[in-house]
Each structure stands twice: as structure tokens, then as C-alpha cells.
């Protein structure tokens, strides 16, 4: 009787189906890592506000990695070093009204940045 219990349970689990996989994280827009930083640059010319972004960004070392129009919007990706981000984000702040929607705790070395330049 006891063997018969045994073979029953072993036959059920062998017939149940697997667990489901817990879905892959998902990646970022055309295999980009995802950003550290995310925020708004609001602005009144968004022309003068691309050649500021331009020249921040040069000042701090960092570099675009991508540009796109986006609901109206364009969207910039970059990198800045890690040293040079807090007077990068004080640069946006002077160009326009610069909302970061957060960023963690303890950046990387290169900090990565998506940035939404609207007017």
C-alpha cells in the first residue's frame, strides 16, 4: 500500500507541467541599456536648447549616444561620467526647467541618461 502511494505521487508529479518561466526583464528601446537617469528638459527654444544640451554635454566629457523625435518631443540618450553628472544636471537646470523623475542612489561609473526636450 505504502509503495502504491509512492508510485501514485511520482507519477503526479511527473505529469504536472513545469512551473511558468518568470518573464525576462524587459530591454530597453533598440537594445540601449537602460537609463540611470531619466527626466524632462522643458524649454522655450528647443533650437538653442539642443545647442546648450550640445555644449553641456561636451564640458562634462559625455557623449549622445542617441537622438529621436517622439511624441513631439525629442529624445536624447548620453552618457556622462560620473564625476561630472551634478554640474551637467545644474547645466540642464540653466537651460530650462529640468525635472529629473529620479535617479537610484549610488550612479555607475558612466551614467546613462534619457532626456525628453519639450517646449
Do not use: H, N
Amino acid at each position: 500500500m505504502m509503495r502504491e502511494s509512492l508510485d501514485s505521487a511520482l507519477d503526479k508529479t511527473q505529469a504536472a507541467p513545469p512551473p511558468p518561466a518568470a518573464a525576462a526583464p524587459r530591454a530597453a528601446p533598440r537594445g540601449l541599456p537602460a537609463a540611470d537617469v531619466v527626466g524632462r528638459l522643458s524649454v522655450r527654444d528647443r533650437d538653442d536648447a539642443e545647442r546648450a544640451l550640445t555644449e553641456a554635454l561636451a564640458r562634462a566629457g559625455g557623449a549622445v549616444v542617441s537622438r529621436r523625435e517622439e511624441g513631439g518631443a525629442l529624445v536624447v540618450e548620453a552618457t556622462v561620467p560620473k564625476a561630472a553628472y551634478p554640474e551637467f544636471s545644474e547645466g540642464l537646470a540653466r537651460i530650462g526647467a529640468w525635472r529629473p523623475e529620479g535617479q537610484p542612489a549610488e550612479l555607475p561609473p558612466s551614467v546613462r541618461i534619457t532626456l525628453r526636450l519639450v517646449e
